[in-house]
């Protein structure tokens, strides 16, 4: 019998879309709910103990009503943070998401690589012990952007990103000792690979972005490889914890991405 149980993906907002389009990609027959806590957002300028309060039990609410096989928190913050608490509060598994330091060490050649994320991740001792174990002989710069985040959510309400802006977020990188030196950046917030092209167009020449959604579909893959699906794919759900003007604006581009309606939680 197919099995309907929908794979849940769990972010501040729109970001998390950046891991749902490549698990698509090796299971094209998931159901999906896609949650964003528009209310709690951005969390990147949260502090760590409101997101360690506020994503377990959020998430407990969304099992609840949507009984998922599987839940990725589709968020670098969340899940640095909250991760080990969501793990414990919920009997099914788990997928996390954490900066690519790993594969960016191995791409770069000048051994300094940047690392892009959110104010809460990027200074997360998580972090920390990445870089340690995976780029001990790398130069390793952060800079952490609350306005990459909101111009990622205004692109899909349709509001065209500044590459002025953009370019003045990356000069948090590069205008760092040795930040000339950058040849990869790590992606270390899901919205970010939404702005890529963008930020590739006024990056420096030969400077390649990385990030974890393509491994985290594998690792969602792995899990559930050999579990029944529909035999054809539903439209995915999209909830948002807060369902204003805003959201909407943002789920009219997402109807265009396979998600037709929204809903509250």
């Known amino acids: 019998m197919p099995d309907h149980r929908p794979i849940l993906f769990f972010d501040s907002g ?39 309060a506020r994503v377990p039990a959020l998430l407990g609410r969304l ?26 509060a919920l009997d099914l598994p788990v997928v996390g998401t954490v900066p690519a330091i790993k594969p960016a060490a191995a791409m770069s050649a000048t051994r300094v690589i940047g690392v892009l994320g959110t104010e809460a991740t990027v200074r997360q001792p998580y972090v920390d012990d990445l870089a340690t174990r995976f780029a001990g002989d790398c130069i390793v710069l952060r800079h952490g952007s609350a306005a990459l985040v909101e111009m990622a959510e205004e692109t899909l309400a ?75 794919s539903p439209p995915g759900r999209l909830v948002f914890t807060r369902l204003g003007e805003r959201e909407r604006q943002i789920a009219a581009g997402l109807a265009r991405r396979g998600f037709p309606v929204a809903e509250a939680l």
Do not use: K
């Not at 899901?190 to 594998?218: C, K, N, Q, S, Y």
């Open 14 to 52: 729109v970001g998390g879309l950046s891991v749902v389009a490549p698990t698509l990609a090796l299971i094209p027959d998931a159901p999906v709910v896609y949650a964003a806590d528009s209310a709690g957002f951005p969390y990147g300028t949260r502090t760590e103990a409101e997101i360690a």
């Open 158 to 232: 349709g509001v065209p990103p500044s590459l002025d802006r953009i370019g003045t977020e990356l000069a948090g990188l590069f205008s760092q000792p040795q930040g000339e030196r950058i040849d990869v950046i790590v992606n270390a917030c899901t919205h970010f690979p939404l702005l890529e092209g963008d930020m590739a167009a006024v990056a420096p020449t030969g400077v390649r972005f990385v990030d974890g959604g393509p491994g985290i579909a594998r690792r969602i893959a792995s899990l559930t490889q050999g579990q029944d699906w529909p035999a054809t």
């Open 63 to 88: 099992v609840e009503r949507y009984r998922p096989r599987l839940v990725v928190i589709a968020c670098n913050t969340a899940s640095t943070i909250a991760l080990p608490a969501v793990r414990a």
